[in-house]
C-alpha cells in the first residue's frame, strides 16, 4: 500500500525560528508533492507543490524535494503565530489524479 | 466568490437514514473530489470525478453513491447511514494538467447518533 509518513507532532518553535516538517513516501514512482495547511475546523489550503528534485521557494515557505531519498519537506522562515496549523503533505501516488495525504503535523509557534 | 461550496455545513442525523451532500465549483475546473476526514484527522480519497465520468473509486462501501450532473457539480449520497459514517467530508476540485493540485470546499460535519 503506498504511504506518505509524516511525525504527528506538535512541533513547537519560538516566534521567529525556522520550523521544518518533513514528510517520506513509499513510492518511488510518485511525481507529484504538495504541502497543505490545515487551520482546527477548516479546509485544507495548498502552500506549496514540487514537482522536481531539489528546492523551491515562495516567500518565507521552502520545499525541498529529494526522490532519490524518498522524501519532502518544508521549511517556515521566520514562524509566526498564525502559522500554527496541521501542515499535510500529499503525494500523487497512485496516478491519474489520485492523491495521498499524509496523517499531518500539527504547528505550534509560541509567541 | 465562493471557489468549492459545499451545503449542508453541519449535518446531524440518525443511524439508517439517507443524506446527501452537494458540492459546486466555479473555478472552471475539470476533476471534482471526495474525501473523508475521521477523528483522527487522516484525509482519505473517496471518489473523483473527470468531466463527469468516474475516475477513482476507492474501497468505499456501495452505501455511497457519488453523482456528477456536470463538471461544475458532485454529490454525494449516503444510504442507510452508519455511526462509523460520522466524520468531515471534503469536496475539491482541481484543474487539468497541474499534477493535481486541489481545492477543498469549507467541508461537512456529519454526524450519526
Known amino acids: 500500500q503506498k504511504e506518505v509518513e509524516q511525525n504527528s507532532g506538535p512541533l513547537s518553535v519560538p516566534e521567529g525560528a525556522i520550523a521544518s516538517l518533513n514528510c517520506t513516501y513509499s513510492?518511488?514512482?510518485?511525481?507529484?508533492f504538495f504541502w497543505y495547511r490545515q487551520y482546527s475546523g477548516k479546509s485544507p489550503e495548498l502552500i506549496m507543490f514540487?514537482?522536481?528534485?531539489g528546492d523551491k521557494e515562495d516567500g518565507r515557505f521552502t520545499a525541498q524535494l529529494n526522490k532519490a531519498s524518498q522524501y519532502v519537506s518544508l521549511l517556515i522562515r521566520d514562524s509566526q503565530p498564525s502559522d500554527s496549523a496541521t501542515y499535510l503533505c500529499?503525494?500523487?501516488?497512485?496516478?491519474?489524479?489520485?492523491?495521498?495525504f499524509g496523517t499531518g503535523t500539527k504547528l505550534q509557534v509560541i509567541p | 466568490d465562493t471557489a468549492v461550496s459545499q451545503t449542508p455545513k453541519y449535518l446531524v442525523t440518525q443511524m439508517g437514514n439517507d443524506k446527501s451532500i452537494k458540492c459546486e465549483q466555479n473555478?472552471?475546473?475539470?476533476?471534482m473530489y471526495w474525501y473523508k476526514q475521521d477523528s483522527k484527522k487522516f484525509l482519505k480519497i473517496m471518489f473523483s470525478?473527470?468531466?463527469?465520468?468516474?475516475?477513482i473509486n476507492e474501497t468505499v462501501p456501495n452505501r455511497f453513491s457519488p453523482k456528477s450532473p456536470d463538471k461544475a457539480h458532485l454529490n454525494l449520497h449516503i444510504n442507510s447511514l452508519e455511526l462509523g459514517d460520522s466524520a468531515v467530508y471534503f469536496c475539491?476540485?482541481?484543474?487539468?494538467?497541474?499534477?493535481?493540485?486541489?481545492?477543498f470546499g469549507p467541508g461537512t460535519r456529519l454526524t450519526v447518533t
Open positions: 500529499a503525494v500523487n501516488s497512485g496516478g491519474y489524479q489520485k492523491v495521498t
Open positions: 514540487i514537482y522536481s528534485n
Open positions: 513510492d518511488r514512482g510518485s511525481q507529484s
Open positions: 470525478y473527470n468531466n463527469k465520468e468516474l475516475i
Open positions: 473555478l472552471g475546473h475539470d476533476t
Open positions: 475539491a476540485s482541481s484543474p487539468p494538467g497541474t499534477g493535481d493540485e486541489q481545492y
